[in-house]
């Protein structure tokens, strides 16, 4: 279908050129819900983000999706291989064929113990600026866990006997999910008509992307640490758009 872009989760702004991070999401009867950490990279016009950062949470999120692709717990109705993060985000993406284009007949293409694997997609100075903020009260790594995986316990199995390895995505995932609940938001992936700052699943021109930016504005006006990474990015990306 071409090059298409994407918004941010939390605040709307325009994904086009910009670094992203990708939080894979199980598809349930009542939403979505983490099933992973998340995973940075640059949004690659395409849907979902290449140039991926590989550590210990890719290996592990790897190995995990792996492992249930030998045992038939995850099943890809996708020709093309799986063999890297790259490609299982590839195999995440097609999903959302089936949201962004519900009139043809689009069905999930992977599917974790039945259930569809989404994502969502947050522009990274959002990302940062959230994360910055210390948790409103200590927790162990494995209380975030159970908080986070509560709804999605396929979670817990990605990472069982790691947890400390992955210690700073998990305070992260949490501090993300906080933020999520305070402002009324909710777990989606880009193409689910019922969130917040739904996309067209069309191409950003500079008009859109200071549109999004000036929505991103009014409704994060009276958020000190979001107002300070949207004022980042409209000194650093936006002035590239205002000619466009």
Not at 2 to 9: A, E, H, S, T, V
Not at 174 to 202: I, K
Not at 208 to 224: I, L, T
Request: proline residues 8%; glycine residues 8%; hydrophobic residues 40%.
């Amino acid at each position: 279908m071409g090059f298409y872009d994407r918004r941010c989760m939390l605040t709307g702004l325009s994904l086009h050129g910009i670094d992203a991070t990708l939080v894979p999401l199980l598809r349930l009867p009542d939403g979505y819900r983490p099933v992973a950490l998340g995973i940075a990279g640059t949004y690659d016009r395409y849907g979902a983000i290449d140039g991926i950062d590989e550590d210990a949470n890719t290996a592990l999120v790897l190995s995990y999706f792996l492992r249930r692709l030998g045992d038939g717990g995850f099943v890809v109705e996708d020709p093309q291989p799986l063999e890297d993060i790259q490609d299982l985000v590839f195999h995440f993406e097609r999903n959302g064929l089936s949201l962004a284009f519900p009139d043809h007949d689009f069905e999930p293409v992977s599917r974790l113990d039945g259930a569809p694997v989404d994502f969502a997609l947050i522009a990274q100075p959002i990302w940062d600026a959230v994360t910055s903020v210390p948790p409103a009260a200590s927790a162990t790594v494995e209380e975030w866990f159970a908080r986070l995986c509560a709804d999605a316990p396929p979670a817990r199995d990605v990472y069982s006997g790691r947890f400390d390895e992955v210690a700073g995505h998990a305070r992260q995932l949490h501090a993300v999910d906080e933020f999520v609940a305070a402002h009324g938001l909710a777990w989606v992936p880009p193409a689910e008509p019922a969130q917040r700052y739904p996309d067209q699943n069309d191409q950003h021109y500079g008009e859109d992307v200071r549109a999004y930016f000036d929505e991103a504005m009014r409704d994060y006006a009276d958020v000190p640490t979001v107002r300070a990474a949207l004022d980042g990015y409209a000194r650093d990306e936006l002035p590239a758009w205002l000619h466009d």
